[in-house]
């Protein structure tokens, strides 16, 4: 029987009764509407045709048939929407991407957490430093990280900033994507020196040597570019957090039933905001893009049914991603019950783990990071899991950065706690650099490779 929550008619605003976690307070509110009045008239960032293809892809990823990799950062940042910046995160994407397909054998679809990735959940609604409180620091979309009440106020001003830099971002993206990124297809240019004289070294060059040979045959024997069959390949994610700003890009499209979030291809609830009886879950049961819902230790197997219900009613491949984040040292208890309760309901849901979450913590010094190893285990049992309950895992959601920081310890450069200070950028979860994101993806290719 439809409860309460099923049966109410749904509109792009009817989020607005139900309580809503994470917003932040504005206090000029006529500025507030102005913005979003603008947001709403502004072209948008993708098309429905794109969104209803990814989702095409995700049933398969369901199904077994294919691999998601899902990357960037935790918080896009304003002062890093720069050319630079932005290719390398492509760059790492691709390159991972392609060592997924060869351990994998299966078709690999990118998802970048880029384009618009600007708002954070906080567990603080304020901060104090020396004395002084302030808003905490909820991403770019909202207010700015310096620790002055002016750069603390959230501003309406922002969300237009936001959704402008979203479109550079992804209308540079779209370019490199199309043509004149061929070179990162070929493993020869790609840089391996972190593997120096450590056990794996021979591995990686060898995989990489196979990458190469492949690519050649498809260029040399097929007549396919690399490049080229890039083009359509490459969607874009972020945390649909801000419920205003999602709010403004939901549109109706000429010749298709329904409403899309015309902002991003995949926007998905976040662990904080997926209540079943909350706004987030509200605005995300009626938009028809495949949406992703975080969920972990906290999640318990009725709350994750529930989410089907409401998400996902007429059980539609594609639609529903569960992403896990429990940690290395809790998956193996946590997330066999979730996978029994989906399995229980014989309904569809995709799984994709997210080993970065659940693995965070803070040195003696205070900075907050991650360790390569426990990501690595957390991804490793995740496989295992899923595969020991006839499930199996459709994909992988990294936090990482093209960039050469040093914010999470480990990797086969082994780097130290006392090495986070060297070039720690993140102003929110600490990332995988270039290196450490690469070999991540070449250790999950071997695994891939044993288990097929
Ligand atoms: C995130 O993905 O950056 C995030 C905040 O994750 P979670 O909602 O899983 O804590
Ligand atoms: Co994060």
Redesign the pocket.
Known sequence: MATDSESQIWKPDSWQTRPALQQPHYEEARKLTAALAELAKLPPLVTSYEILQLKSQLAEAQAGKRFILQGGD?AESFEDCQGPIIAAKLKILLQMSLVLVHGSKKPVTRIARIAGQYA??RSEDTETRNGLTLPAYRGDLINRPAFTAKDRRPDPGLLLRAYERAALTLNFLRSLAKGGFADLHHPESWDLSFARDTPLEHDYHHMTANIGEAVRFMENILGVRAAEIERVDLFVSH?GLHLHYEQAQTRRVPRREGWFNLSTHFPWI???TAQPEGAHVEYFRGIRNPIGV?V?HQTSPETLIRLMDILNPNDEPGRLTFIH?FGAGRIASGLPPLIRAVQQTGRPAGWIC?PM?GNTFLTSDGIKTRCFEDILAELEQAFDLHAAHGSHLGGVHI?LTGENVTECTGGARGLTENDLKVAYRSEV?PRLNYEQALEIAMLLARKLARMS
Do not use: F, M, S, V
């Open positions: 935790c954070k959940p945390e976040g662990l904080r975080k972990g984040r997210d979450h936090e979860d």
